[in-house]
């Protein structure tokens, strides 16, 4: 499109250029005020507003695109915890076609424009095509002047982009109830070099307090849903930036439950607004290490040693471990691992606010939050009941991976599981799991090493960033595809992974089985501090009667005698052993009394044949004979 031709369309009002967009089926855009959404239309429905679109005179490829009467809007909404935030401003680049004809990009989510024939639009379009053409018309609209304020000042941050500084500031000068939604938008639209500027800028104001950028940024964090943590997070972060200090172990109280609620995308729970901002401003930390493991767990105290001295045989150094509310001794084991610097101990026990989930609040923390673990360049997500383990062509070492995966320049690579089996073991022993149990199925699902200053949350499958594309791989080099990053997909490998597996012990034995089962994980109601067994999927006796009797070989167990080595490395300090005997009498009374339960549960569920009660009753037949014998 010609200049000639763009100023015969666009209506100057007030110095401004405003004007209304035409999707390809010749209907018109509007702002659905109820689900607070982009529809488009023949005719005005009556919670339709009308919209309008304004050209950035100082940057021609962006357009920002807002209801008319932004101004009321903006006046009647406030950022509390309990709004739901959607946006009221959408930014775009361009790319014109013939005839009048443009398409609109995404800035956020590199994702074409796209209106369908059913009333929707959306930016989820990987090429522009009929769907994806728009053209400009007149606006026909008085806009207020609270709105032309509003245009005026989201102007006045995006066309002093190339300038970070003066930005912050502009934002930091826009109407309070919109600062989070601009700096959300305008965090999103930085490329990879002005995000670290961005980062410098408040790293520094927080490091050097006042420093001339220290007020403005204040001003906008003030608007932000949860200031606090957002606030305590950058100053903490400055300054172990500066010093580098690691600290053993810390504590995440009941403050910070919030972070259990929901997901970095979920608007109204309080972590989109500090997840975006926070994620920018660790991204150009430097990291010093290769790479850390971070894990969550609660009362898997017998397994701890082994964990830990499995994978420093890989080559695994450093693990980040948050647990709550443990009751089989494992705290004292925990404390004494961190005090020698055998592991960084993150206490997370909150309040037991109902609905909180101990391990998104854990990741979220973490990803955030916790300094400390941009020291490593890659973070590993792994359960306690899950062993990386490499190939044997590497050395079993996690070293080359990460060299070549690097090489590559991925940001994250996935590794599939290899779900391990009973092997016919009633009771828990003191052995390695490495040897105890064999191999079984190859799954699919995956669990995932990935860059650690590159992404602000972790699923226990994959990390995922709310503000920029990342680019996933497996662990032996195979991309997924883009469409994949932004869906389940990534949770699961097409192919058995070569370079690497982690081995899953999800059964193990009867015992350990049931242990399992009674720890008090979240069950979406909060965290259960009176511990019994429970479920909620009938499956899992079918699961482990099927499983119980299969033998076979495990791969893993060619590791046994290193790890053991290790493992008598860790008993050798001061306390461990102690610790480690009283979890054993701790897991061996309480272990009794959930197979007990288990039982009684089994006997009357309806759900469940009556061959798998025959079985799941023998089985608890076997484990007492098996115990009294003990």
């Not at 609270?146 to 003066?166: R, T």
Request: hydrophobic letters at 35%; charged letters at 25%; glycine letters at 6%.
């Amino acid at each position: 499109m010609d200049n000639d031709l763009m100023g015969n369309i666009i209506r100057e009002h007030n110095g401004m250029e405003f004007f209304h967009l035409k999707t390809f089926h010749g209907t018109s855009l509007f702002f659905c005020s109820q689900e607070r959404i982009l529809k488009h239309s023949h005719e005005k429905q009556a919670s339709y507003i009308d919209v309008i679109v304004k050209k950035s005179l100082e940057n021609p490829g962006f357009f920002f695109v807002a209801p008319i009467n932004i101004g009321e809007d903006v006046e009647n909404l406030h950022p509390k915890e309990d709004t739901n935030f959607k946006d009221r401003f959408f930014i775009f680049g361009t790319g014109f076609h013939s005839h009048n004809r443009l398409s609109l990009f995404s800035l956020e989510g590199k994702k074409f424009f796209s209106a369908d024939p059913f009333g929707n639009v959306a930016f989820n379009r990987d090429q522009s095509q009929e769907w994806e053409f728009f053209s400009l018309v007149p606006a026909q609209v008085e806009v207020g002047e609270k709105s032309l304020k509003i245009f005026n000042q989201v102007d006045a941050v995006f066309s002093k982009k190339n300038d970070i500084e003066k930005s912050i500031y502009e934002i930091s000068r826009a109407h309070k109830n919109i600062r989070a939604e601009i700096l959300n938008l305008f965090s999103k639209s930085l490329n990879v070099f002005q995000r670290k500027s961005f980062s410098k800028i408040f790293t520094n104001a927080f490091l050097n307090i006042p420093d001339k950028n220290y007020f403005s940024i204040i001003e906008i964090i003030n608007n932000i849903p949860h200031k606090d943590w957002i606030h305590r997070s950058i100053l903490e972060l400055a300054h172990w930036n500066a010093r580098r200090n690691r600290s053993s172990s810390r504590t995440v109280s009941g403050e910070y439950d919030f972070l259990g609620y929901g997901h970095i995308r979920d608007r109204g729970n309080g972590i989109y607004w500090g997840a975006i901002l926070l994620g920018i401003i660790r991204e150009s930390i430097e990291s010093r290490k290769d790479i850390a493991l971070l894990a969550t767990a609660r009362d898997e105290g017998i397994y701890l040693l082994e964990w830990i001295a499995h994978h420093r045989v890989i080559g695994i150094k450093d693990f980040f471990i948050y647990t709550n509310d443990n009751t089989d001794g494992s705290d004292a084991l925990l404390k004494i691992l961190s005090e020698n610097g055998e592991i960084t101990w993150i206490n997370n026990t909150g309040n037991h606010i109902p609905g909180i989930n101990m391990q998104f609040k854990a990741y979220n923390h973490a990803l955030t939050t916790l300094p400390d673990i941009l020291d490593f360049r890659w973070c590993a997500v792994v359960d306690i009941d899950e062993a990386i383990l490499p190939s044997e062509d590497i050395d079993n070492s996690i070293a080359p991976i990460i060299s070549v995966r690097d090489e590559q320049g991925v940001d994250c690579f996935s590794l599939n599981w290899r779900v391990y089996y009973p092997n016919n073991h009633l009771t828990w022993k003191n052995g390695l799991s490495a040897e105890r149990f064999i191999e079984g199925e190859k799954h699919p699902l995956v669990k995932s090493i990935f860059k650690t200053s590159l992404f602000n949350y972790s699923y226990a499958h994959h990390p995922e960033c709310s503000y920029s594309d990342r680019l996933y791989a497996t662990v032996d080099g195979n991309i997924y595809s883009q469409s994949s990053t932004l869906s389940d997909d990534l949770n699961f490998s097409q192919t058995p992974t070569e370079w690497a597996h982690v081995c899953h012990y999800h059964l193990r034995s009867f015992e350990e089985y049931i242990w399992k089962f009674s720890r008090g994980e979240n069950d979406g109601k909060g965290v259960l501090k009176n511990k019994h067994f429970r479920y909620n999927n009938p499956a899992i006796f079918s699961l482990f009667t099927q499983t119980f009797e299969i033998e076979g070989t495990s791969e893993v167990s060619r590791l046994a005698e290193a790890t053991r080595t290790e493992i008598h490395r860790l008993t050798s300090i001061p306390g461990v052993a102690e610790a480690m005997q009283e979890i054993i009498f701790r897991y061996s009374a309480a272990s009794a009394i959930f197979v007990e339960e288990s039982l009684q549960s089994i006997l009357v569920d309806d759900r469940i044949d009556q061959d798998t009660k025959q079985k799941w009753e023998n089985l608890c037949l076997s484990w007492k004979r098996n115990r009294e014998q003990k």
